[in-house]
């Protein structure tokens, strides 16, 4: 059975600090997705990262996927209000029936303070 | 923009009865997936399905749950006995491709078991 664990499970932060979450797997996934989901909806892609090593930018967001394809992380600078929810990480099945199939971490709520 | 749509957004079932929960995923895609989100727990993978068959399940798929596409647009999952524990809110998503796609998913059904 394939796990992600992610961390924090919380975070209440300052606007304007950094922060960073973790996303760790003993296992090997064809590539790594973060989402974000709101309070009643479900989750909305943010990013896909598939090259070990490979590093992603989305406005303050900085996503990078690690060398061996098993850890990523998402980093935040300058943390705003409207940054403010549930983060999660997700690992794509790597061949066969598990193709697609997404691999959720526990996620990670985010707080933002003004 | 296309998007998943889910309903009914709450259903509210007795013990052992049977529920329906519907999905339309997007037009064009090719993959269907449901997950369920019990309350305060990751987002867990149930079945996955693609050319009018299960590709693959979880655990907790067991002979209660079945899943259908009766016609061209509509993906269904029926719960045959609901328990107590299987109150949480069931997402569906629906991907073109299998692989390192982007996922979407629908806003979800929350399920309450009395």
């Known amino acids: 059975t394939q796990l992600l664990e992610q961390s924090p499970q919380f975070l209440s932060i300052q606007e304007g600090e950094n922060l960073t979450v973790y996303c760790n797997s003993s296992?090997?996934?064809?590539?790594l997705q973060w989402y974000r989901q709101e309070p009643g909806e479900g989750p909305v892609l943010l990013v896909t990262?598939?090259?070990?090593?490979e590093v992603k930018k989305l406005k303050r967001l900085t996503f990078q996927f690690g060398d061996a394809r098993k850890d990523s992380s998402l980093h935040i600078t300058a943390a705003q209000p409207g940054d403010t929810g549930l983060y999660l990480c997700?690992?794509?099945?790597?061949?066969?029936?598990?193709?697609?199939?997404?691999?959720f971490g526990q996620g990670t709520i985010l707080t933002v303070h003004p | 923009e296309p998007e998943v749509t889910q309903t009914p957004s709450h259903q509210v079932t007795q013990m052992g009865q049977e529920v329906i929960l519907r999905c339309v995923p997007i037009?064009?895609?090719?993959?269907f997936y449901w997950y369920r989100q019990i309350l305060g727990q990751k987002v867990e993978f149930l079945v996955s399905f693609y050319n009018n068959e299960i590709s693959e399940k979880s655990e907790i798929f067991d002979d209660q749950f079945s899943v259908e596409r009766p016609d061209g647009s509509n993906f269904t999952l029926k719960i045959r006995s609901t328990k107590l524990e299987d109150s949480a809110m069931y997402f569906c998503a629906s991907t073109l491709t299998a692989g390192n796609t982007e996922a979407f998913f629908g806003q979800g059904t929350r399920l309450t078991v009395v």
């Open positions: 296992s090997v996934f064809s590539s």
């Open positions: 037009s064009n895609h090719l993959y």
């Open positions: 990262v598939v090259t070990g090593g």
């Open positions: 997700a690992g794509v099945g790597a061949g066969g029936t598990s193709y697609g199939k997404l691999t």
